[in-house]
């Protein structure tokens, strides 16, 4: 049986299913979960747990300024792909200057 090469594309579609986006979100709530009581579990102190909610807390926030705040108040004009693409983007940025503003 021959198989058919696919291109990046291809084998990279957006998930469109909503069954499936919902799965999905579970499974990494379900992992997130499953990570932190393991961890408390292996270091069950009180410093551990603050450290650990304040790490959730500010991953949460840096993904949302990644992937929000960035599109809708400094470049709309930009979509991103993954946090890879937003890497870039942020690297690249330094090079680029803000237009002037004429605040005469």
Do not use: Q
Request: proline share 4%; net charge neutral; with cysteine.
């Amino acid at each position: 049986m021959r198989e058919e090469l696919l291109t990046r594309e291809e084998r990279m579609a957006d998930l469109k299913s909503p069954t499936a986006i919902w799965i999905k979100g579970v499974l990494f709530l379900l992992l997130g979960i499953l990570a932190s009581v393991i961890l408390l579990l292996h270091a069950p102190s009180m410093t551990v747990a603050v450290l650990l909610c304040i790490a959730v807390w500010a991953f949460c926030r840096a993904y949302y300024f990644a992937f929000y705040v960035i599109e809708h108040y400094v470049d709309s004009d930009f979509r991103y792909a993954g946090l890879f693409a937003f890497m870039k983007y942020a690297i690249g940025r330094r090079d680029r200057k803000e237009p002037p503003t004429d605040d005469c």
